[in-house]
Each structure stands twice: as C-alpha cells, then as structure tokens.
C-alpha cells in the first residue's frame, strides 16, 4: 500500500514536471514519493509466531534473525525471508472414498516381505534461533526437500521391524515410538523440532487380515474354554472344601455327643436318686408316683392308695 502511494506520488510529481507552469510543484512530489518509497522498502514487519532471516547482499545470511515486530533494514541491501515458527504438521495418506486429491500415503515392508500401507501425521516447528541456519542449509522449501522424504524413510525403516500382525494389534504404540525415534534426531539435525508422530491407520493386504482375524478368534475360543476348565475346577474344589467342613463338623458334633453321654453315665452311677428323678420325670403327669428316700428304695403308689381310700 505504502508502496503504491509512493510510486503515485513519484508518478505525480514526473507528469508535473513536464508541464513548465506546474514544474515547482513537481519537485516537492518527486522528493516526497522518493522518501515514501525508501521507507516503505525499509521497513519490514514481522508477524506473529514468525522469524526474519536477513540476507545481506554484501555478507550474505546474518546468523540473528528478527524476532516479532516492525524492523529497519537497508533497502537494497537488506533481504528479509520470513519462516513460520508456528507447530505445523503434515499428513501423508490415502484419499477417502469419494475425494480428490492424490494418494500420498506410505507404502512399506512389513518382516514378512508383506505390503503395508501407513497414513501418518507428522507435528513440527521450526526452531526460530536457528533459523537462519535452516535457511542455508536447506532454505525455504524444506518441507518438500527434506520433512516429507525423511517422514517416508523412516517409517519404511520402523515397519521392516515388525510383522503384519503386530503392526495391526499389540505393536502399533512401539512403530509409532520407533519412528519418532528415527526422525527425531535427523529433524534436530537439520533445526527442527519434532513435536508429535501420529499414525493414523495402518493397512494390510485383506486376505492377511481375514487369517490373522480368523487366528484370532481361534485363540480366543481356546482361552475360553482355559477359562472356563478353571471355574469348573475352582466350584469343585469349593465343593470338596464344603463336604470336608460339614464332615468335621459332623465328627465334632458326635465327639461332642458321646462326651455329653459319657459325662451323663459318671454323673448317674455317682447318684442313683438321679436315676429315679429322671425316670418320675418321664411318667408324669399321667403317673402319680412318689419317690420316699429310705435305705430300701421303695415306690409309692399314689394311685392305688387313692383306689383304697374310695
């Protein structure tokens, strides 16, 4: 914008110029556009969560780039390129059914030699303190000249250590941290910061798929039947606990029995009279009888006394 007025204003100034009664106007407009023009080409600003790297015609890239904000630079001599310092991420898969757009996905060997097709998700940034290195080392296209081409050779490389059935059931967390292994180092290497890897889905060839979900199932039906031998022997050997308790329980119960019947016995030969209470106690109340202590141990007929007296 600042440009256009300066180069109207310059543009102004030459027509003026041409005419002799409005040449001293001219002048005045020719100087003002030159100043707007020099200050528009010296100022550079710098938006958020970017960096400038300076590229000086005379000493080439300047090691300190600029941070936020509005900056002077020689205009001419001075080139500012500006760098995203931002997270960033790229995906590399393959377009779902009905869109557009080209496959780029991953296509790797799995141990067996089998194709596996890999969609993934790679977070990044650029260091910004180090961007000026990044700039001439690998320069403004470094996501198609160095992240993407690495992002493929590293995940070939991680799917080579493991086999189709693995990479779709219990090792896709340890390929995940395989290639974040192998990429995280070559992207430091090259002043980037790997933040995140995320595997988005892996594809095996269906007819692999259909075996190992068939082995699968098989084994799960295995370990069912494993589960269930081990309640049927876990409720019989509840079962034996239980016969064993009542067992003991039932011997416990005629020690206790016979020891009642043998203390009862002691406690009866040691007194007779007992015998005779307990045997009152059983007649009665349908028998009157009396029991009279005396040294003969006789039985009083209350009944037949009571025929007597009528």
């Known amino acids: 914008m600042v440009n256009l007025l300066a180069l109207a204003l310059l543009g102004l100034g030459v027509a003026l110029a041409l005419r002799p009664e409005r040449r001293t106007l001219a002048l005045p407009l020719v100087v003002l556009g030159g100043v707007a023009l020099l200050l528009a080409n010296s100022l550079v600003l710098v938006p958020a969560g970017h960096v400038g790297v300076v590229f000086n015609v005379f000493r080439g890239v300047q090691p300190r780039p600029l941070g936020e904000g509005v900056h002077l630079v020689l205009p001419l001599v001075q080139q500012v390129i500006l760098y995203d310092a931002r997270v960033k991420e790229v995906t590399l898969s393959a377009p779902h059914e009905g869109e557009r757009r080209v496959d780029t996905s991953i296509r790797a060997r799995s141990k067996e030699g089998l194709e596996i097709g890999v969609d993934v998700t790679v977070q990044y940034r650029v260091l910004a303190a180090e961007a000026a290195r990044l700039h001439q080392e690998v320069g403004p296209g ?142 009665a109340p349908g028998v009157q009888t009396v029991f009279v202590p005396s040294t003969g141990n006789f039985l009083l007929d209350l009944r037949g006394l009571g025929a007597q007296g009528r």
């Open 142 to 283: 470094y996501l198609e000249t160095l992240l993407i081409p690495q992002i493929r050779s590293k995940v070939r490389d991680a799917v080579g250590q493991f086999g189709a059935a693995e990479l779709i059931s219990t090792q896709r967390t340890a390929l995940e941290t395989a290639v974040i292994a192998g990429l995280e180092a070559t992207l430091q290497a090259y002043h980037i910061e790997l933040v995140s890897v995320l595997l988005r889905e892996i594809r095996i060839p269906e007819a692999v798929a259909k075996v190992i979900e068939e082995k699968q199932t098989a084994e799960q039906q295995v370990q069912i039947e494993i589960n269930r031998r081990k309640q049927a022997e876990i409720a019989a050997e509840r079962r034996i606990i239980e016969a064993r308790a009542e067992r003991d329980a039932a011997v416990l119960r005629a020690e206790g029995e016979a020891r009642a019947i043998e203390l009862r016995g002691r406690a009866l030969k040691a007194a007779p009279e007992v015998v005779q209470l307990t045997f009152a106690e059983k007649l």
